[in-house]
């Protein structure tokens, strides 16, 4: 493989998730597109500027002219831009040569999965990984139960809803996969760059779901919570069919737990008996390789009305 190749296959490889980018438009029917690299990243290109999209767009311009710009077959050219003092890759193209990109990360999704499930099998050594054709793996127990399914941009999971069953061990997990997608019963949890639930987004449901306690202590002792002070808070309460796994909880202050955090669940539940549709996104904000939320970020929106609400984990 020549240095353009590589090149490509290293910026696609640590993409994690080309086929969701973000696309400049471009003269001459060219297309700049940007690979979700990491969360923050995501977050960041979201909120461009008008004119920090033209400042990107005018390097794009400078760059093109730039004989030495590596090319693959598919006429793409591989750039870098700066964004926020960050060297980014940006693959430039016309929208057929950019779809050829994504068609070779789909078929080298068993390679990718791979990747995600070789640590996965070594964390849960009695369950099986069932490859199901090129783009995914089941997960097994020895009598047969699904606990989940693997593929290369997300792993879908069921969480427990019975009484006396035992919680999901995928979702039992103090550390999560890194950068990926979680889809629970509806709920979508982030997890980052160190395995830890960034982002939570949930609309929110009135059926109850049975607690796991014992979760919700261990909670604190394995995501750096602190005695005597902090408890295992749920993400998406139970009373809105949140999940009773790790996944779902955080080391979260007992002032915070019982008081504010009480008062805002509150406010959804009273919204859902009036018929109201209530949806939220939840994002902790924490402090170096910590497990423990500092912070926490809730937007939420009760009929389409939008809130945002801080809070300190204190």
Known sequence: MNTAGKAFKFALRETVQFTERIEFKLPNNLYCGIPYLEIKLRDRLKTLTASEIKKIEDDIARQLNDPTIPVDENGNKLLELDIDGESVPALVGTEEGLSKIDDVVVQG???????????????????????????????????????????????????????????????????????????????????????????????????????????????????????????????????????GEQINLYPQSANLNQGPWKTMENSWADAMVAGKDVKIEVKAIFEGPSKRPMKFEVEHWIDGKYKLEKFDNL
């Open 109 to 243: 999704a068993g390679k990718f999965l791979d990747d995600i499930v070789l640590p996965m099998k070594a964390d849960f050594p009695k369950l099986k990984f069932n490859k199901i054709g090129d783009d995914a793996f089941e997960i097994l127990d020895g009598a047969g139960k699904k606990w989940g399914t693997v593929y290369k941009d997300k792993i879908v999971c069921p969480a427990r809803t019975q009484i006396g069953t035992a919680g999901n061990p995928i979702l039992n997990k103090a550390v999560l996969v890194k950068n990926m997608r979680y889809e629970v019963d509806g709920i979508i949890y982030q997890s980052d760059e160190l395995g830890r639930v960034l982002t939570t987004t949930a609309d929110l449901d009135d059926i109850a779901r049975v607690r796991l306690g014992n979760q919700q202590i261990r909670a604190v002792d394995v995501k750096d919570g602190v005695r005597g002070v902090d408890q295992g808070g749920h993400i998406v309460g139970s009373r809105f069919f949140g999940p």
